[in-house]
């Protein structure tokens, strides 16, 4: 069992198969922005991920999800998670996308041993997708959707709610993921220096007002390592806001985050970490795990969005770390 020094345990790995994204939300990049190539050789290869996902999953991980970038550009990634599966089939194994490749990839996914998947839908809009991910976008991920519910994935939609953006459509996209048995789960916009400067978010607060005007509204007991507040509408249906701007967010944190080049991270917002890449690319697993050791001894209290969000801003993109 892997237990912080703050006692929390720790049995969640994230794992960003890819810097590559073939979206740049205003959100996680900037206009002139461009990814840090960080080139082919300096990316783990799907054999030393996994080596160290063994050593994870010996210790007492229990859920992994894979995260970019975009997982769904790196080649060849339903073999990725069929030997994690075939490691460990009972595996809560899921992935983050952003949904344009799935009509595509769906199927083999979910026959490679995937169960759960995060796919982000800011909007229903075809211009304002267009807007937030400067590329069109929309149709593709909506047709993604609907081969993984066809597919039979367990599926969240994830929405960054953006003021004088989206923020005119948070009745519709929960009325859109009911009808898909989704759910859906709002995201405070998350302040980070590779972020467009004029954006502005709306808090969990202004979500549920908005939320309220046609829903009678309660707040739910969540899972207890979950990062959204759960909410349930009077007709039963489930919905999520991610806030991690309130102080507590980070009391049951229960992850850790690996990158693609190897760099383990012990926090979202966090500039520390330290790589294994050496480690695994030389057979050294006893160095693997001292690694892992240190880098949950060095896991911190809280994240970096304290004191209503004008704490220190990571410098760290998302892509690097995988949200």
Not at 50 to 78: A, H, S, W
Not at 208 to 221: C, G, N, Q, V
Not at 277 to 297: H, N, P, T
Request: aromatic letters at 8%.
């Amino acid at each position: 069992m892997l237990v912080d020094k703050f006692g929390r345990v720790i049995d969640y790995l994230r794992i960003s198969v890819t810097q590559l994204c073939n979206f740049k939300c205003r959100y996680c990049m900037p206009e002139d922005g461009e990814f840090n190539n960080i080139g082919r050789s300096n990316i783990l290869s799907y054999e030393e991920m996994f080596d160290f996902v063994k050593i994870c999953l010996d210790n007492g991980v229990k859920k992994i999800r894979l995260t970019g970038g975009e997982p769904l550009v790196r080649r060849d990634i339903e073999k990725f998670v069929k030997m994690i599966n075939d490691y460990k089939p009972d595996l809560d194994l899921a992935m983050t996308t952003n949904g344009y490749y799935l009509k595509q990839k769906a199927k083999v996914l979910r026959e490679s041993g995937l169960k759960r998947l995060n796919i982000s839908l800011d909007t229903l809009d075809e211009k304002k997708a267009n807007f937030i991910a400067r590329k069109d976008v929309l149709n593709q991920v909506l047709d993604g959707i609907n081969e993984a519910v066809k597919e039979g994935f367990g599926i969240k939609l994830n929405s960054v709610v953006l003021k004088g953006i989206n923020d005119n459509e948070i009745i519709d996209l929960l009325e859109f993921a009911r009808s898909k048995n989704a759910q859906i789960r709002y995201i405070e916009f998350m302040e980070n220096t590779h972020a467009s400067s004029d954006l502005k978010g709306l808090r969990k607060d202004d979500i549920l007002d908005i939320l309220s005007k046609k829903y009678s509204i309660k707040e739910i007991t969540k899972s207890p390592n979950s990062p959204s507040s759960l909410f349930e509408t009077s007709d039963g249906y489930k919905f999520g806001i991610i806030d991690p701007h309130k102080h507590d967010f980070c009391a049951s944190c229960n992850r850790l985050r690996l990158s693609a080049d190897g760099l383990l991270i012990p926090c979202l917002y966090y500039e520390d970490g330290k790589s294994i890449k050496e480690a695994m690319r030389s057979g050294d697993y006893d160095k693997a795990k001292q690694i892992l050791k240190d880098v949950l001894e060095a896991k911190p209290e809280k994240n970096k969005w304290e004191n209503d969000g004008k704490g220190e801003i990571s410098s760290r993109a998302f892509y690097q770390t995988g949200g």
